[in-house]
């Protein structure tokens, strides 16, 4: 018999349909206990993607796990094409009323695995996004789509992966009980899977990539436990 406690499992497509259809902080959950964060917050999230991709007029963006487009938006006029993709159909639903730009800024619903290996045009994109989303792929998706990304995506020169929770630090955002390995390892969860930094590399490392890892300022109500990490080709 196993003696670890259950713990609850998550899905964004189902939480974000008890969102208001314009309540885009709350379907995404960016909220600190059921409130959504201050307008300060999203500038110091806009900031660290901007810093992270440091984009280019010409650039082409890829963004996976892409959600309902509210922070990706502010990225259009920084580059000259988008693909934004995501596994639910509800928040690429709204992506498509509320943000897309049709032809050169669009969304798709596609999982992290189908849109790396189906997209057709891969040589297009230069640089390539996940934001608070990778956490939620498991180690073979992650694996799969990091080593994706290196042979298919020849142009893509730098990756940003923003917003993973750090295994190293799982102890100071569960401070009123212990959360167990399993549940720290599944993806399935509201905060997907925890990984150290040297997990991570050690996934990026072996599909090619070079990971460099930042934190956000001290200010950011999540700076405490997560990080970010920009990706680019080793050697
Ligand atoms: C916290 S939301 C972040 C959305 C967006 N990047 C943002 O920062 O606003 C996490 C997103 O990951 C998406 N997601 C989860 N598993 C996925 C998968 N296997 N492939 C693509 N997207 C996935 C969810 O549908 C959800 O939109």
Not at 36 to 53: C, K, S, V, Y
Not at 69 to 90: H, K, M, N, P, W
Not at 102 to 127: I, N, S
Request: charged residues 25%; proline residues 4%; negative net charge.
């Amino acid at each position: 018999m196993s003696d670890t406690q259950p713990y609850a499992k998550f899905s964004y497509d189902a939480h974000a349909r008890t969102c208001a259809p314009d309540d885009f902080l709350g379907q995404t959950r960016r909220t600190v206990q059921g409130v959504a964060i201050p307008e300060a917050q999203i500038h110091m999230i806009l900031d660290a993607i901007r810093d992270g991709l440091q984009l280019r007029s010409d650039d082409v963006l890829l963004e996976l796990a892409c959600g309902n487009g509210a922070l990706s938006v502010q990225l259009f006029d920084a580059c000259r094409g988008y693909l934004g993709t995501d596994i639910s159909e509800y928040l690429v639903s709204v992506a498509k009323q509320h943000f897309e730009r049709l032809p050169d800024y669009r969304f798709e619903m596609l999982g992290g695995v189908e849109c790396v290996h189906h997209e057709p045009q891969p040589e297009r994109f230069t640089r390539a996004l996940c934001y608070a989303g990778f956490q939620y792929f498991a180690d073979s998706d992650a694996k799969d789509i990091l080593m994706t990304l290196h042979e298919r995506f020849t142009y893509l020169e730098r990756i940003f992966i923003g917003n993973l929770p750090d295994r190293a630090r799982a102890a100071d955002f569960y401070t009123s009980r212990e959360a167990s390995a399993e549940e720290l390892s599944d993806p399935n969860t509201a905060l997907g899977i925890w990984r150290t930094r040297e997990a991570f590399a050690q996934l990026a490392r072996d599909a090619g990539w070079q990971a460099d890892f930042s934190v956000m300022p001290q200010g950011f109500h999540a700076a405490h436990y997560r990080y970010d990490a920009v990706l680019t080709r080793r050697g």
